[in-house]
Each structure stands twice: as structure tokens, then as C-alpha cells.
């Protein structure tokens, strides 16, 4: 009994420590500096990442259901130039060869996602099990195993089962929560054995905020006001009782860990000596990434989120918060159930005070009263929202580590598209930003945040959701025009495959002659893809059928 009272203190006291250090961060301090050479430590694992949905296509093949992006795609006007991720990059074929790109890079794990429709067609365990899913994702856990890669498993990486979504109305519905349990639940017990690090859910804030707010991506609604925190709040419930479940019934036999996936751009204040942009640009990353990470680690939502939406709500004569409430056995229920958390991060935003008067109507994005601005001078390479600013890597980071007290963090995306639409294997800008980033990484390790490994996103260009193929993430190219769509590696696959080799950055002079010989060999391969893409076009056109011109007898 003393004991427990002891650990119950100590608990007391840990908490305590951790909210007192979300007080810590400072604002002020920039942490823009020179490039810094060393090393990670020994254990450091590298990887690359990918999607279901983006990357298998076999999209009606072997039993698979639909999911909500299969609909959602095949609606005309709803994708650019109405692709859809029907083939995609054929992966749900090509295992062995994508393997084979991971092996020679010497990937130390890979992150993927199970598709919950390829397993439970209906989403429900209880209609049908679909047991050519299960092999597709026991071949792929094993071929990794076998080549001494660890995988790392994502459970929603955005594919609700379609019938989920018209039957209950999806993560507006609570009784979601139950049946995404269920689906953790069968992949713990047929892969659990084998795989030791399970991410719930990646980037819950699109899922909430781009299908049930602005509606630009699957299901498609504009609920504003209410259907990003409704979906939000049914995730992070969601989240929190797949984690119970692993630790009651599995921890102990599979000795894994369950974390989730938070993607957050930095917010920097415009002005660092005005107050009202130090307070705006951490309303944009509570907002952000604390809306699902603060129940998770603190037990309830941030007060900053609970007072701007409550006094809106107000002022718009509701009755009650459009931010839902925990009760006080939810707030113990969800507080806590992060093993590790993800982070995905891409790029950075300067944030300064804007008011929006509540009667400019219900929206997430009035209700955080900031306005977000770019500088002209970041380097833009690819999608139009992704500037390279490497310094906000490094904040972020030491944000998670003072707010969240120091939890164990994997970079579970990082990376850059590019725009242009030609064959391009010699991606110096991605180059850059890997370098950029990663070093960014490496300074805040030295600071003592708790990173244990990065991802770079991704392994191949894919289907980029609402964008369809436009953009192109990977460090392989794919040819899309092809049937069987073989893969490139571009320059940058030789640079990671460096930076992986020497575990961050010995010296000067080693690193300076990677990017050269990463181009050098990137230049031969352009040149083949070219000769290949001309033969290709050569043959489509000898195959063309003969139209002679009629000429009128005379």
C-alpha cells in the first residue's frame, strides 16, 4: 500500500514537471545557426515511408474493399485531372523489387500502412476477414524481417472502409471507435508477433480538418465549424482505446509500442518582441499539432483552444463549446497512451495576430484569430504550400520535448515535392533539404530531445491525394505511363544512402563530395530514362493503326 502511495506521488509529480514545462518554451530565442557537423548515436535508425492508398493500387483486387478515397477519387473535379490511386505505383505487386530499392539504400526500417479495407472489406471483423489482405501484409512484414529491416506499421493512414462511412457516417460517428479497435486489434493478433512498432493514426489533423471541414479530401464535407473537432475528438478516443487494448491483452507477449503520428508545421512569431504575435504563433501550433497531442500527453484539450472556441461560440449564441468535452474519466482514459510520439514536418509558417469577428460564421481556421505569411526569399522546390526553413525543424522539436516532457520521438515524414512535370532525376533541391533538415535534426538532438529515428518521405513518387500526380515526394521516380511502372532512383537516393552510411555528418570534406558524386551518377541514369521514354513513345507510335487519306475517284 505504501508503495503505491509512493509511485502515486511520484506520478503526482511527473505530471506536474510536465505541465510546468510546457511553460518553458521560449519564443524568443531563435535558433538559427551555422551547419553543424557529428554524428547520431549508435542505434539511430534511418528509413523511408509510404501509404496504402498512395502507393498499392490493386484497388478492387483479391477481395479488397472500397474505401472512402476509392469513391472520393473516382468523383470527377474532386482530384487533379481526375487521377486516382487505382494502379498508383502497383506496389501491392512489386514488394520484392520495392525491397530491393530499401536493401541497397541499407534502411535500417520502413514505414507503411495497413489498408483497413483490404482486410475487413466492410470495416467490420464481424462481417468477413479477408485473409488474401492478411498475406499481401504477412509477405511484406516478413521480406523486411528477412533483410534485417524493422517495419514500423501505420493502422489509418486515411482509407476508412467506405461502407463505415455511409452506414454510420465515419469519425463523425462515435461508434467508430469501437470498430477501428477491432481492426487494431485483429492486425495485433496476426502480425503483433513480428511487428514491434504500431503508429494508430497519421496526421489526424488533415483526416479532421480536410474531410469533415474544407472538405478538399475523402469523404468530401464541409461541416465548419464542428466536423473537424467532432472527427477529432472521436480519433483521439480512438486512439486511446487501441492503446489500452494493446497494453492489457499484447504488451506483454509482444513487448511492442503504440504511438500516433502528428503532423505540425512551425509557427514563428512575425514580430519576436511583439506579444500578440509570440501569442498567436503558439495559439497556430496548439491549434495544430496540441489539439491531438495535449489530451495525449496532459489528459484534455489546450486551454487556449478551449477558450477562443468557447468565447466564439458563445458570441454566436451557441449554448455549449463547438470544441467538445472530456469527461473526467475520458481525461484519465486518453491521458497517457503514447509509448512514442511521430512527427511529421515539412515546412514553416511566420504567424501574427488577425481577429475574426464571429459573425464571419463557424470555421477552425477563423477561430485561431492568426494569419499565417511565407518569406519570398524560402526556397519554394515543390507544392505550392512547402517552403524549405530548415530552422523550424529544429524548434519544433524542442517545443515537443518542453510541452510534452521529453517523450520518445520518431520523425515519422519529412521531405520535399518538386513541381516540375518532366523527367528529372537530378533533384539538388531535395538533396538540400535533407541535408538541411536532417542537420536541423542532429542540433536539436544535441539540445537532448529524445529522437530515436527519421523517415524521409518518401520511398516513391505516389499519388499525392487531392493533387493526383503533379507532385512527386519520392526518391524514386515512378513512371506512371507505364504499365508496370518501374522505378528511378534519383540523386537523392545516393545522398541519403550516404547520410545513412555515416550516420549524420562526420566532416566537411567528406560531405561536400556527396552531393558531386550523387549528380554524377544521377546525369547516366537521366540519360537511360530518356532513351527509354523516346523508344516507348517510337513504339506507341509504329503501333498506332494506318489511316491512308481517301481520294475521290475521278
Same mark, same amino acid.
Given at each position: 500500500?505504501?508503495?503505491? *502511495?509512493?509511485? /502515486? ?43 496504402? $492508398? ?33 494502379? *498508383?505505383?502497383?506496389? $501491392?505487386? %512489386? ?12 534502411? =535500417? ?8 479495407? /483490404? ?34 506499421? @501505420? ?11 455511409? %452506414? ?53 464535407? %464541409?461541416?465548419?465549424? @464542428? ?33 500516433? *503520428? ?13 506579444? /500578440? ?59 497517457? &497512451? ?9 515546412? @514553416?509558417?511566420? !504567424? ?11 470555421? $477552425? ?84 530531445? =529524445?529522437?530515436?529515428?527519421? &523517415? ?26 507505364? %504499365? ?26 567528406? !560531405?561536400?563530395?556527396?552531393? /558531386? ?38
Amino acid at each position: 500500500m505504501l508503495q503505491h *502511495s509512493v509511485l /502515486r506521488i511520484c506520478h503526482i509529480l511527473l505530471l506536474a514537471m510536465c505541465i510546468f514545462a510546457s511553460e518553458d518554451f521560449d519564443w524568443t530565442k531563435n535558433k538559427i545557426g551555422s551547419f553543424q557537423y557529428g554524428t547520431f548515436a549508435s542505434g539511430f535508425s534511418w528509413g523511408a515511408g509510404s501509404s496504402a $492508398y498512395q502507393t498499392e493500387g490493386a484497388w478492387d483486387k483479391d477481395g479488397k474493399g472500397k474505401s472512402i478515397w476509392d469513391v472520393f477519387s473516382h468523383k470527377r473535379g474532386k482530384i487533379n485531372l481526375n487521377d486516382t490511386g487505382d494502379s *498508383s505505383c502497383e506496389g $501491392y505487386y %512489386k514488394i520484392k523489387d520495392d525491397i530491393a530499392l530499401m536493401k541497397d539504400m541499407k534502411l =535500417n526500417h520502413y514505414l507503411f500502412s495497413i489498408s483497413w479495407p /483490404r482486410i475487413l472489406p466492410s470495416g467490420m471483423k464481424t462481417d468477413y476477414i479477408n485473409e488474401k489482405g492478411i498475406e499481401h501484409y504477412d509477405n511484406l512484414i516478413n521480406m523486411l524481417l528477412e533483410n534485417k529491416m524493422t517495419p514500423i506499421v @501505420t493502422l489509418y493512414h486515411w482509407d476508412l472502409p467506405q461502407v463505415l462511412e455511409e %452506414k454510420y457516417g465515419g469519425w463523425q460517428n462515435a461508434s467508430m471507435i469501437n470498430f477501428f479497435n477491432d481492426f487494431a486489434n485483429l492486425c495485433f493478433e496476426r502480425f503483433g508477433n513480428r511487428v514491434k512498432y504500431w503508429i494508430t493514426f497519421n496526421n489526424p489533423w488533415s483526416v479532421a480538418v480536410e474531410g469533415y471541414e474544407t472538405g478538399e479530401h475523402a469523404p468530401g464535407l %464541409k461541416m465548419r465549424g @464542428t466536423g473537424a473537432y467532432n472527427a477529432a475528438h472521436n480519433i483521439i478516443k480512438a486512439h486511446a482505446k487501441v492503446w489500452h487494448t494493446y497494453d492489457a491483452q499484447w504488451r506483454n507477449k509482444q513487448k511492442g509500442m503504440v504511438g500516433i *503520428s502528428l503532423s505540425a508545421d512551425w509557427g514563428e512569431p512575425v514580430d519576436i518582441n511583439n506579444q /500578440r504575435d509570440i501569442e498567436a504563433a503558439e495559439r497556430y501550433v496548439q491549434f495544430y499539432l496540441g489539439w491531438f497531442a495535449t489530451p495525449l500527453f496532459h489528459g484534455d484539450y489546450p486551454q487556449i483552444m478551449k477558450d477562443y472556441i468557447g468565447r466564439k461560440s458563445a458570441q454566436q449564441g451557441l449554448s455549449s463549446s463547438r470544441l467538445p468535452t472530456f469527461s473526467p474519466h475520458e481525461k484519465s482514459y486518453v491521458r497517457g &497512451t503514447c509509448d512514442f510520439l511521430g512527427i511529421s514536418h515539412f515546412t @514553416t509558417r511566420y !504567424i501574427t495576430q488577425k481577429n475574426f469577428p464571429s459573425n464571419r460564421g463557424n470555421s $477552425y481556421f477563423t477561430d485561431r484569430d492568426l494569419a499565417e505569411l511565407v518569406d519570398p526569399q524560402w526556397p519554394d522546390p515543390g507544392s505550392e504550400w512547402l517552403y524549405s526553413v530548415p530552422w523550424g525543424f529544429r524548434r519544433l522539436l524542442s517545443f515537443v520535448k518542453t510541452q510534452y516532457g521529453d517523450p520518445i520521438i520518431y520523425v515519422t515524414g519529412n521531405g520535399v515535392s518538386e513541381k516540375m512535370m518532366c523527367t528529372e532525376l537530378c533533384d539538388d533541391w531535395r538533396m538540400q533539404y535533407l541535408r538541411d533538415y536532417i542537420n536541423e535534426m542532429l542540433k536539436a538532438v544535441k539540445d537532448g530531445v =529524445n529522437v530515436k529515428g527519421y &523517415t524521409a518521405w518518401s520511398l516513391l513518387d505516389k499519388f499525392e491525394w487531392d493533387e493526383g500526380y503533379s507532385e512527386r515526394f519520392g526518391l524514386y521516380y515512378v513512371d506512371f505511363d507505364s %504499365k508496370n511502372k518501374p522505378r528511378y532512383p534519383k540523386a537523392s537516393v545516393q545522398y541519403y544512402k550516404r547520410i545513412i552510411s555515416s550516420n549524420g555528418f562526420p566532416n566537411q570534406r567528406e !560531405i561536400e563530395s556527396w552531393k /558531386r558524386k550523387a549528380l554524377e551518377t544521377c546525369t547516366s541514369s537521366n540519360q537511360l530514362l530518356a532513351v527509354l521514354r523516346k523508344s516507348k513513345e517510337n513504339k506507341e507510335h509504329a503501333d498506332m493503326p494506318k489511316v491512308w487519306p481517301v481520294h475521290d475517284e475521278v
